[in-house]
C-alpha cells in the first residue's frame, strides 16, 4: 500500500510504516543528434515526461541532454529517446537540493 503527500512518501511494510523524502534527481544523457530537428525532438521528449521540472542542453557540441525532477524514470526516459532521436545512454544521476 503506498499513499502518496507532497514530497513524501509513505510505504507500509510488514515492519511498520516508513517516510521516504523525494528528492529532485539531475539526469544527464548522452544522445546521438545529427541536426537541429533531433535537439528540438530530444526536448520535447524530456519535457513532455512526467515529473521534469528542467530541461536542457550540455556540452561542447550540445549532444547531452540534462533533465532536472522528481520522480523521473531515467531508463523510460533513455527509452523514449532512443525512439524518437537516436542512440541514448545514460552518463550520471545525482540527486540535487531544491531548497
Given at each position: 500500500v503506498e499513499m502518496k503527500r507532497e514530497k513524501q512518501k509513505i510505504l507500509k511494510t510488514s515492519f511498520g510504516f516508513?517516510?521516504?523524502?523525494?528528492?529532485?534527481?539531475k539526469i544527464l544523457?548522452?544522445?546521438?543528434?545529427?541536426?537541429?530537428?533531433?535537439?528540438?525532438a530530444a526536448l520535447k521528449v524530456g519535457a513532455k515526461t512526467t515529473g521534469v521540472t528542467f530541461v536542457g542542453l550540455e556540452g561542447e557540441e550540445k549532444?547531452?541532454?540534462?533533465v532536472i525532477g522528481e520522480g523521473v524514470d531515467a531508463?523510460?526516459?533513455v527509452l523514449r529517446l532512443r525512439k524518437k532521436v537516436g542512440f541514448a545512454d545514460i552518463v550520471s544521476v545525482t540527486d540535487v537540493d531544491t531548497s
Open positions: 516508513k517516510r521516504f523524502h523525494k528528492m529532485a534527481k544523457m548522452s544522445v546521438n543528434m545529427r541536426c537541429q530537428k533531433c535537439r528540438s549532444d547531452k541532454v540534462v531508463a523510460g526516459l
